[in-house]
């Protein structure tokens, strides 16, 4: 079982471009959450999805985010034109249901995106 | 609202030390509680939970109680190697909170010899 698996685990972009982050959840997870760290800060959520539904989007900036956990494939984070600000580590997590209060989930490494 | 709060770092100990890392928190309702850890460059990993009052969680040799009537759940080892320094997370999570775990902002620890 490979885990959770992110790509690319450290990401540069120049202010304006795209950043395309990749999440992989484990074998047999159908639930995935993306998480930002700020530097000196801890986690903060940004969105939850199950395949092909976004199930809670409340953390995730208004403009120039979106997510979604396609039926093939990984879920992506986008982030569109991309500002200093969004300098970060974005975790993925994912889980094998929706009852997690009991379990947590499972964090992939993180991809490190610096904008410059 | 839900909220973590932990005692802020760095926490430097020489090895061998007794640690305390310690957590309260403010939940509408009956949270789960967790300790997460982050070693540097790496993910999170689970390191402890409780799900209830009163129950500890261990791992590792660390330790944490969930008490209900002081709603901490404070993070304990008795020997601390240099190995444990890290970054280390308290966390919740709510029935009916939408699966978020709401974090604290981290503790690092830092063991030297």
């Known amino acids: 079982n490979a885990g959770v698996m992110q790509n690319p685990r450290h990401l540069v972009r120049r202010r304006g471009q795209e950043a395309r982050l990749r999440c992989s959840p484990m074998?047999?997870?159908?639930?995935v959450y993306w998480y930002r760290q700020l530097p000196e800060e801890g986690l903060k959520f940004m969105v939850y999805l199950q395949k092909e539904n976004i199930i809670d989007e409340s953390g995730m900036p208004k403009e120039r985010f979106s997510a979604e956990f396609p039926k093939e494939g990984p879920s992506i984070l986008r982030i569109q034109q991309v500002v200093r600000g969004d300098s970060a580590a974005y975790f993925c997590?994912?889980?094998?249901?929706?009852?997690?209060?009991?379990?947590?989930?499972?964090f992939g490494s993180g991809t490190r995106l610096t904008v410059v | 609202g839900n909220s973590v709060t932990q005692m802020e770092g760095p926490v430097t100990l020489s090895e061998e030390a007794f640690l305390t890392i310690n957590c309260t928190y403010t939940?509408?309702?009956?949270?789960?509680l967790f300790w997460y850890v982050q070693y540097p460059g790496e993910g999170l990993q689970l390191l402890l939970k409780a799900t209830k009052a009163d129950d500890k969680g261990s791992n590792k040799g660390f330790e944490a109680t969930y008490r209900k009537e002081t709603t901490s759940f404070h993070l304990e080892k008795g020997s601390v190697q240099v190995s444990d320094s890290a970054v280390y997370f308290c966390?919740?999570?709510?029935?009916?909170?939408?699966?978020?775990?709401?974090f604290g902002t981290g503790t690092q620890l830092k063991v030297e010899l």
């Open positions: 074998k047999g997870h159908s639930h």
């Open positions: 997590a994912s889980s094998p249901g929706d009852r997690v209060k009991g379990y947590g989930y499972t």
């Open positions: 966390a919740l999570i709510l029935t009916g909170g939408g699966n978020k775990l709401t």
């Open positions: 939940a509408t309702g009956y949270p789960s």
